[in-house]
């Protein structure tokens, strides 16, 4: 629960920063509003998870280990981006989409 409220005021944050600090033409804004988009959306992921949660149940553990693995990677490189405007860090993002991509699999398949 702490870690998806958190994330979620993270989240919050990040976007104001992003509205102050990232220009409207500049162009890593998309990139930025994509990074904050997802971030929220996950964190929020990551509180349903945690309500859901019970010992015997893996598949919302490994749902949430996948969530947060996802905002670190996928939202952490695309704020990287484009704050520094160095591009090497979008290699990373690719990563974590999978793991949004599996963590939802999880939770939908239960494994």
Same mark, same amino acid.
């Given at each position: 629960?702490?870690?998806?409220?958190?994330?979620?005021?993270?989240?919050?944050?990040?976007?104001?920063?992003?509205?102050?600090?990232?220009?409207?033409?500049?162009?890593?804004?998309?990139?930025?509003?994509?990074?904050?988009?997802?971030?929220?959306?996950? @964190?929020?992921?990551? =509180? *349903?998870?945690?309500?859901?949660?019970?010992?015997?149940? $893996?598949?919302?553990?490994?749902? %949430?280990? /996948?969530?947060? @693995?996802?905002?670190? =990677? *996928?939202?952490?490189?695309?704020?990287?981006?484009?704050? $520094?405007?160095?591009?090497?860090? %979008?290699? /990373?993002?690719?990563?974590?989409?999978?793991? *949004?991509?599996?963590?939802?699999?999880?939770?939908?398949?239960?494994?």
């Amino acid at each position: 629960w702490r870690l998806g409220c958190t994330s979620c005021a993270f989240a919050v944050a990040m976007g104001a920063m992003g509205a102050h600090f990232v220009t409207p033409t500049d162009r890593f804004e998309k990139t930025f509003k994509t990074g904050s988009q997802y971030h929220f959306i996950h @964190s929020i992921g990551l =509180l *349903f998870v945690s309500q859901a949660f019970q010992p015997q149940q $893996t598949h919302l553990s490994r749902a %949430g280990l /996948l969530f947060t @693995s996802g905002i670190i =990677l *996928f939202c952490g490189s695309l704020y990287t981006v484009a704050i $520094t405007g160095d591009r090497s860090y %979008g290699r /990373l993002a690719p990563i974590g989409g999978m793991c *949004f991509i599996v963590g939802w699999l999880c939770l939908a398949f239960k494994r």
